[in-house]
């Protein structure tokens, strides 16, 4: 029912030969506590959670009270160490158990733990031996729970989490887009027999049945028939075979199709019917095939008919069965298509082998509210999906061996939906997948590629007081290649392939080797700059009437965003006219987008920024200043943390308070609270709409919010470009790319300006 | 392709006349020919007088809407074929002097053998004794033969001038398709193609309706899991609707039946007879049912299978598993030591109880999805099948907690058959 039975064979000898490349698997360990294992028949996953101190670059503003401000940087800029809550994941083979627990009884310093909490089969074999090596006493927990418990958690906190399997399309793993209501559904774990179980809420779930026809049965019935012992060659077995010699279909004995009932002449009419003469013989593949037909079939047809009885339409697959298993996944997809006439979806989870051991861990925490929080998936410290799969990518088995890693960081606020949302179920962030898009992939992983020297020079020189910072710089370098080679092979690997997940990569990456805001300093010099600047962008824009006023506002939060990074000085900008499309924006301007500022004011406007220094002084702020002058209530969201050059909640607190110093309407807007300023709750140059801080999302409803502006490449086109919101929305950048400009129709530099407004 | 034999184009010499003379040989097959042609019976001048010469005769049963004999009802199967016929006991001196010689060696041969050849087998204890079919009476024999020999079958139709008898022969199952063709080049026969599904439920309607020879055709297990206390009852099905379904043969289909006219197919599944069957085979090296199912009976599952309390050493409270109940069919073969110290009548057994379970617990699904508490199992799986019977009517009771009730037929394999016999009838 569990898992993978208890007395397999083949386990009974550990190997303690085996070196580990300890640092790079069981990490953080000397800070961890809290301990749970789930040990089913032939892996082992070990759950901790451990602090993670991490350099984070912090932001402080000097009192500039009677000072020149003009040769003083705006802000001071310091790298703390701070603490923050990681869960790692261990999968490895129970073979490896025992070099594991020493290992991890080695360089356990700190755990004031006293227990470990276990489940799985073989939490019972294997309990003497976690006591003595670990000292600390085994406490079991049923395996339902902690499976269940571990899937809420994994439904609720990884974005594409969910895959529906198709062999036959371009695109095998079909990432869903996470339900804002997980509940309810239909689990049916198939380990040794078949458990189904529904589940309504976070704590209310019913074994609803079950089937003793499992992976038992395939194992079992399957070592009988073919003298092959192990599951996976079994597996291997049946991918090779051909099941119509051993099966009677429809068209052995109808001679074809049944046409009255429609039943196709490929259908199997009896399993194993033509096996009924003891004078024939059946090869193995064949015998294997139709048997993993036979249960696959058996399995997705009882899955059907409760869901049906209990009216569910999703139903995820777990258990060593399916298990990452491209084969049974095929089959078992198969049958709920069939069974179910399309209408039931066979769904599967990348972290489904993890599920135990989470639901064990978070048993053990309770105390500590885990499920408060939101947590992100590592991308730097999670080898992915199918990572230890022998034929998928050689490299990273030499590297980890049969150890594979799951790390989820805790993050410092709940993160929900944006209210505005128009459909929060089938919203996607992003704008191009690239796990579907063979082309655009090839054009992402290469561009990243090639702009990964770069990044790792600019991370070291961010730090050149630090005497390890080229040798960091070059292990970022290297461990962000390797993923990018992870991913060549497994688009797959952490859900849909896109430019935000590359992003995320590779800011995981960087915070990894500790180059937390590489940017910081470019950061610091051009808000400094941009901000001598804001009093006469102000006093021009002033000057011009209404209509022309409100085209070089636009022309300056496009203006501001062109430049990312680059050291161009001001002038260059404001003064020199661009050949980029800002006749094409005026012209947008007038047309329909006239009404957006032209019609009554909005009651409020939520702004999400996107660069530091001129994009944010210069472009956002005066657009800021003209909305709040109409009468309507700012929201501007900066990210929570560090991204490329993006600015952060922390420097726009700096740099309002010094515009606000400047300009009056800034400062009685920040007074009266009528200019709100919000974290995103994201450390992303890109923006998920269904992941934002808490705070912002009761703000956004609070104060009525009204008009959406989302400004930027990472925000506006990445990702968000085709988001449907319930009120009007405002969507610009500068396609400063040529693949992509391409992709949306435009030219380099052309402009997105993109004004929606929800049909009424 | 051969001409369509209505057409009566003068090959067939010697028949011509007698079929000229009334449509003879309108069997349904023949029926849907007219109908789709738009012409009718009308067309035909039916011969009014009576006589002494055989045609007379012949052409009697046909004013009174009788098939000519031979009546026979066939169910061809993925594994057996069914054969049913009737044996008419009330042969006037007339008839029987009249009647053909092929008729009458037919008749004399399947009545006076219980097997036939080395395969064929009618099942003596199912004969229904003075059964009034259409007007007349007899008896109605049950006979069986593995699908395999179906060439062997069709030679001896051939062999024996079946065609001359100008019956209609009414063939339902697979492999009235299937062997569509061989009937007609080897054995000169046009099959009349009849539903299975269409013939199934209407021969268990009309074998319940007339009851097993003064007894109860349906019956139900009382206490099915107490040897000593278990009792084989009978159960009137007198208001058989709704009813579900089951019938097990090489596989398995699931109806639910509203009204006589009115079923549908719900499921099927590829795990049934056939499967116990071959699986058998191939993990004891048996080579029939009989052996493996007395196999089985002297078998303990129990070896095999990992049950709930080998996983949780009792019952598993928090979903209230009883530890007796099977965790993992042949979940214990996982493991080596395990596979080398069980026996092969473990293994019949195993794969019975692992089968057998199986379609108890689809059906009760289905029973459940269609609201319906009355599961009728029929189909050759269960045929001297006592262990699948009792099991199936437990498992039902016990899951369902007393709310669904398995019953069974005496005629277990044989509706099918039956109901292309009555569809020979209903043609006429």
Redesign the interface.
């Known amino acids: 029912m569990a898992e993978r039975g208890g007395r397999g064979s083949g386990h009974g000898s550990l190997d303690k030969s085996i070196t580990l490349p300890p640092d790079e698997i069981f990490r953080n360990l000397e800070n961890a506590k809290r301990f749970a294992i789930d040990i089913g028949g032939s892996l082992t996953k070990l759950a901790y959670y451990s602090t993670v101190q991490h350099k984070v670059a912090r932001v402080r503003s000097f009192d500039h009270s009677g000072k020149d401000i003009d040769n003083e940087p705006l802000y001071e800029i310091s790298v703390q160490e701070e603490i923050t809550a990681r869960l790692h994941f261990i999968k490895f083979e129970n073979t490896y158990i025992e070099t594991c627990l020493d290992f991890i009884k080695d360089h356990l310093v700190n755990t004031e733990t006293k227990v470990i909490k276990a489940t799985g089969g073989g939490a019972y074999k294997f309990k003497d031996l976690i006591e003595k090596k670990l000292g600390l006493k085994v406490d079991k927990e049923d395996v339902m729970t902690c499976l269940i418990k571990g899937c809420n958690f994994v439904l609720r906190n990884i974005p594409h989490e969910v895959f529906a399997y198709q062999k036959d399309s371009d695109t095998e793993f079909r990432f869903q887009t996470n339900h804002p209501n997980i509940f309810p559904y239909l689990l049916v774990n198939i380990g040794s027999g078949v458990s189904i179980v529904k589940v309504e809420t976070e704590d209310k779930f019913e074994w609803i049945g079950g089937s003793s026809i499992g992976g038992g049965t395939f194992w079992g019935l399957g070592a009988l028939l073919t003298k092959t012992k192990k599951f996976d060659e079994l597996l291997q077995l049946a991918s090779k075979g051909q099941h119509t010699n051993v099966d009677m279909l429809v068209k052995d004995v109808y001679g074809g199709a049944y046409q009255t009932l429609g039943l196709s002449g490929n259908l199997i009419a009896s399993s194993f019917g033509k096996s009924t003469t003891a004078d024939k013989e059946f090869s193995k593949e064949d015998m294997a095939k139709s048997l993993l037909h036979m249960i696959s079939n058996d399995i997705g047809q009882l899955a059907c008919l409760y869901a049906k009885l209990h009216n569910l339409d999703k139903i995820y697959f777990g258990g060593f069965f399916i298990r990452g298993h491209p084969v049974t996944m095929r089959t078992i997809t198969y049958s709920i298509n069939f069974f179910s006439k399309g209408e039931v979806q066979a769904l599967f989870l990348r972290h489904e082998g993890y599920l135990g051991a989470i639901g064990a861990f978070l048993k053990g925490a309770e105390q500590d509210n885990p499920n408060q929080y939101s947590w992100g998936e590592n991308y730097a410290g999670s080898s992915g999906l199918m990572s230890t799969s022998p034929d998928v990518y050689p490299m990273q088995r030499t590297r980890s061996g049969t150890f594979d890693m799951l790390e989820m960081d805790r993050l410092e606020r709940p993160l929900v939906n944006l209210p505005l949302l128009k459909d929060p179920s089938t919203y996607i962030p992003d704008t191009v997948d690239l796990t579907d898009d063979a082309m655009a992939r090839k054009y992402w992983l290469t561009c990243f590629e090639e702009a990964l020297d770069g990044v790792a020079k600019r991370a070291a020189a961010s730090q050149p007081d630090s005497v390890d910072a080229q040798e960091r710089a070059e292990k970022f370098r290297q461990k962000y290649w390797n993923k990018l080679q992870t991913l060549r092979q497994q688009p797959f690997a952490y859900g849909t392939l896109t430019v935000r997940s590359l992003l995320d990569t590779r800011e995981h990456c960087l915070n990894e080797f500790s180059f937390p805001d590489p940017y910081s300093k470019v950061k610091q010099k051009e808000n400094g700059i941009a901000l001598k600047c804001f009093q006469s962008v102000i006093e021009s824009l002033d000057s011009l009437g209404w209509e022309e006023r409100q085209f070089a506002l636009v022309k300056g939060l496009l203006a501001g965003n062109v430049f990312d990074w680059g050291a161009k000085a001001v002038s260059d900008v404001l003064e020199s006219e661009p050949q980029f499309g800002f006749e094409e924006a005026k012209s947008k301007l007038q047309g329909k987008g006239r009404s957006l500022l032209e019609g009554p004011p909005h009651k409020c406007a939520l702004i999400f920024a996107d660069n530091s220094g001129i994009d944010i002084i210069l472009g956002v702020f005066p657009f800021v200043r003209e909305l709040l002058s109409r009468g309507t209530e700012v929201i501007l969201a900066c990210n929570s943390g560090p991204a490329l050059n993006d600015v952060t909640y922390s420097e726009s607190l700096i740099v309002t308070e010094r515009i606000a110093a400047m300009d009056p309407v800034i400062h009685s807007a920040l007074r009266d609270e009528k200019l709100l300023l919000v974290q995103t709750g994201s450390s992303s140059p890109c923006l998920d709409l269904s992941r934002l801080d808490q705070g912002l999302a009761v703000l956004v409803r609070e104060r009525q919010t009204d008009l959406v502006v989302i400004e930027g490449m990472g925000r506006a086109i990445h990702t968000n470009y085709y988001a449907v919101l319930r009120c009007e929305s405002l969507k610009l950048a500068v396609i400063k790319n040529s693949w992509l400009a391409d992709r949306l129709g435009g030219k380099i530099f052309s402009v997105i300006f993109k004004y929606e407004v929800p049909c009424k | 392709m051969e001409s369509p034999r209505s057409c009566g184009d003068g090959a067939e010499d010697e028949k011509k006349p007698r079929r000229r003379g009334g449509g003879a040989d309108a069997g349904p097959s023949q029926l849907r020919r007219r109908s789709s042609g738009g012409a009718d019976g009308a067309a035909v001048p039916q011969p009014r007088e009576r006589g002494g010469s055989v045609s007379r005769q012949r052409r009697d049963s046909v004013r009174k809407n009788r098939p000519l004999f031979p009546w026979f009802g066939l169910d061809i ?3 057996l074929v069914k054969l049913v016929y009737f044996e008419p006991k009330d042969i006037t001196a007339e008839e029987e002097e009249e009647e053909v010689e092929n008729l009458k060696s037919i008749r004399k041969y399947l009545t006076s053998n219980v097997a036939y050849g080395s395969t064929g087998i009618r099942d003596v204890h199912l004969e229904l004794r003075d059964l009034t079919l259409c007007g007349r009476k007899g008896n109605l024999h049950f006979i069986r033969f593995p699908t395999h020999d179906m060439p062997a079958f069709i030679q001896m139709g051939s062999e024996k001038h079946f065609s001359s008898l100008h019956t209609t022969l009414c063939a339902t ?3 009235a ?4 063709q061989d009937f007609r080049t080897m054995g000169d026969l046009e099959l009349c193609k009849l ?1 299975e ?1 269409d013939c199934l439920v209407k021969g268990v309607l009309y074998i319940d309706s007339v009851g097993f020879n003064g007894h109860s055709e349906c019956y139900y297990f009382e206490n099915p899991t107490d040897a000593e206390r278990c009792q084989k009852l009978p159960f009137n099905l007198e208001n058989p609707y709704p009813l579900l379904l089951v019938n097990i ?3 398995v289909s699931i109806l639910a039946v509203y009204s006589k006219d009115n079923y549908k ?1 719900v ?1 099927g ?7 116990f ?3 058998c ?3 004891t ?3 029939t049912f009989e052996e493996a199912l007395e196999m089985a009976s002297h078998g303990d599952s129990t070896k ?3 049950l ?1 309390r080998d ?1 949780y050493g009792g019952d ?1 409270e ?4 009883p530890g007796w ?12 030591e395990k ?1 080398e110290s069980v026996s092969k009548e473990d ?1 019949a057994k195993a794969t019975l109880i ?1 089968i057998t ?2 379609i108890g ?2 059906a009760r ?2 029973a ?2 269609e609201n319906i508490n009355r599961v009728v199992f029929v189909g050759n799986f269960l045929r001297i099948n006592t262990i699948s019977m009792r099991l199936l009517a437990y498992a039902l009771d016990y899951w369902s907690k007393g709310q669904l009730k398995a019953l069974f037929l005496e005629h277990e394999g044989y509706f099918g058959a039956v109901g292309a016999l009555l569809g020979l009838l209903d043609s006429a």
Do not use: H, P, Q
Not at chain 2, 269 to 275: P, Q, V
Not at chain 2, 318 to 321: E, V
């Open positions: 199967g993925g594994t199952g697979g492999g398709y299937k062997f569509e539903d599904l043969g090489s596989g197919r499921t599944t590829s795990l049934g007879g056939g499967t069957f071959g699986l085979c191939l993990l090296g048996c080579s095999v299978d990992k709930v996983i598993y928090r979903f209230g598993l109940a099977v965790a993992s069919s042949f979940g214990n073969m996982m493991s080596k596979r293994l692992t379970n199986n617990s689809i699904m289905c459940l999805n």
